[in-house]
């Protein structure tokens, strides 16, 4: 309708309903080529699905289907009823949403004395125990999220790093790779953060820390040359705390998933498996590998031997 796109994206498997969205996006070129945008940017993070039934051409590597009749007309066209419903008060949402965004983006360029603020990264970190660090990094463009930049970093770890140990080790991997400079590189925390990744970031991107005060809540920017500006408009600060949120949910599953899928992470979940064992585990077989391949005997040479057994037993089993 008019300039807008009204998306119903319902998500059925073995014949049930499980969830649906519903999205609102401004048309970008024409309609086709704003729903394949849609399309190929959300499958980035979310399940890819056998088939995706709609009423709309588009190009897609995926199985599409417009179906005519049957058990799938019937799918799409209760999309297509939840799709048309309300269209008004999604459309004053909407138009509320991307006021707020784009006011509190020149707030924060006028408070900043920035020229241009279209492109915004924020990084954060997360491990368990100093174990499996990541390093995550978020995109927003224009305000609004964009996952098909969102970065993820496995970290090299020791015992005794810090967390802006690791902050150093992302954004050093971020700056070193051939990625696209923002206007606003964002980190979480105050002038001892903003010091320590400095000398790391270009000086044409703007460098800021969000702090927070002794109820964790944010209160002030730290800029690059040390000032500390407080944050005083409420819409420019839930602006900035959507972006902290995020780019936290995205850290923590980052790590999550690192914990299920790497040997790391495997042997690191083991009850009875702590640091302290895990040190000990890497000085004699140096790898996780090792580690993994080692008999019951070898490991009993380090741990007990019903540890060893558990650790041997955990690791056949994945």
């Known amino acids: 309708k008019g300039e807008k796109l009204f998306l119903e994206l319902l998500f059925y498997r073995q014949g049930i309903l499980l969830s649906k969205n519903e999205f609102v996006v401004s048309i970008n070129v024409n309609k086709e080529e704003t729903l394949r945008q849609f399309v190929s940017q959300y499958y980035k993070s979310n399940i890819i699905p056998d088939e995706l039934i709609t009423n709309e051409k588009f190009e897609s590597d995926m199985k599409v289907t417009i179906p005519v009749k049957g058990n799938k007309k019937k799918i799409l066209d209760h999309a297509l009823d939840n799709a048309n419903d309300n269209i008004e008060m999604k459309t004053r949402k909407f138009i509320r949403k991307e006021e707020l965004t784009l006011g509190a983006l020149e707030k924060l360029k ?5 020229k241009k603020l279209s492109h915004i990264l924020m990084i954060d970190n997360s491990n368990t125990n100093n174990s499996l660090p990541v390093s995550a990094i978020v995109s927003y463009r224009n305000g609004i999220k964009n996952k098909s930049e969102y970065k993820k970093y496995n970290l090299i770890h020791e015992q005794r790093l810090a967390d802006v140990d690791y902050m150093k080790q992302g954004v050093t991997r971020y700056f070193n790779g051939k990625n696209n400079h923002p206007d606003l590189f964002i980190v979480d925390g105050g002038k001892a953060q903003v010091n320590e990744v400095n000398h790391l970031i270009p000086k044409e991107v703007n460098l800021i820390g969000l702090v927070k005060d002794d109820k964790h809540q944010t209160r002030n920017i730290v800029t690059r040359d040390g000032k500390t500006i407080a944050i ?3 819409v420019l600060m839930n602006f900035l705390k959507g972006i902290q949120i995020e ?17 790391e992470g495997i042997l690191y979940s083991i009850k009875g498996v ?3 064992t895990e040190e000990k585990l890497l000085k004699h077989f140096k790898t996780y590998s090792s580690i993994y391949n080692a008999s019951i005997e070898e490991l009993e040479k380090v741990v007990s031997k019903d540890l060893a057994i558990l650790i041997k037993k955990s690791l056949e089993n994945r």
């Open 247 to 263: 780019v936290d949910r995205f850290a923590k599953a980052s790590h999550i998933a690192k914990r299920k899928t790497t040997l």
């Open 274 to 276: 702590g640091p302290k």
């Open 110 to 114: 006028d408070l900043l004395n920035m």
């Open 232 to 234: 005083e408009d409420e």
